[in-house]
């Protein structure tokens, strides 16, 4: 079945150190959503992206959609302690509306 | 604010057990959707509904039914639950864009936690 990977599975960091995780589909994707999860919170909407190659900054946050909108990434520049969540992918496959979640990528931040 | 709301956040149950699930989301949204969290496996869905009565299957629907008689509430039922049912339920919605994508930004409740002994 349609399946989205995500990697890595944990990240941990240096505060001020950059972090990247990266999402792969195995079909196409018509967009791709990006989530945070707080310890013991719940999924909270970050963006969307939509367009081939499409880039998108949030403050800290870069977010890229790939050529082919098979691939997404996230990148933080400079972590701080207050980015450690587990952030996941969810790419809607076309037209199945379907949207598929990765694993998630914990992150760590150390002091 | 949207919310969504769900019934239990904790829940212990026997196998063989039927047990409910109720979410609530108070925005008027079309999609409404079941999911389950385990360590390192991520969200994995159940069950959504585009509609009020619509339903489509998930990835993992073995085990559940749902059921979407009003607009605003969507309910995940295990008719006989059993331990590999054991997990975090997290229960979202979300509307409908336009311009063919199906779904806008998922909104997600706090979730239950439900353990079958």
């Known amino acids: 079945g349609q399946q989205v990977m995500q990697i890595p599975q944990y990240q941990h960091v240096q505060e001020g150190e950059d972090f990247t995780t990266y999402c792969n589909s195995s079909?196409?994707?018509?967009?791709i959503q990006w989530y945070k999860q707080r310890p013991g919170g719940h999924p909270v909407f970050l963006i969307q992206?939509?367009?081939?190659?499409e880039v998108k900054k949030q403050k800290r946050l870069t977010f890229q959609f790939g050529e082919a909108k098979k691939n997404s990434s996230l990148h933080i520049t400079a972590t701080q302690t207050t980015d450690v969540g587990t952030y996941f992918c969810a790419g809607e496959v076309d037209s199945s509306y379907k949207l598929i979640f990765g694993s998630g990528t914990r992150l760590l931040v150390r002091p | 604010d949207v919310k969504v709301t769900q019934s239990s956040r904790y829940l212990v149950k026997r196998t063989g057990e039927k047990v409910f699930l109720e979410c609530v989301q108070d925005m008027d949204h079309e999609n409404m959707f079941w999911y389950r969290q385990d360590p390192g496996l991520g969200l994995r869905l159940i069950y959504f509904?585009?509609?009020?009565?619509?339903?489509e299957k998930g990835d993992i629907p073995e085990g559940y039914s749902v059921s979407r008689e009003k607009k605003e509430r969507f309910s995940l039922i295990l008719e006989s639950a059993s331990t590999n049912q054991t997990s975090m339920y997290l229960c979202a919605s979300s509307s409908r864009k336009a311009g063919g994508l199906a779904f806008g930004e998922l909104f997600f409740g706090e979730g239950s936690r439900l353990t079958v002994l």
């Open positions: 509904s585009y509609d009020v009565k619509m339903k």
């Open positions: 992206l939509v367009k081939s190659g």
């Open positions: 079909t196409t994707l018509s967009n």
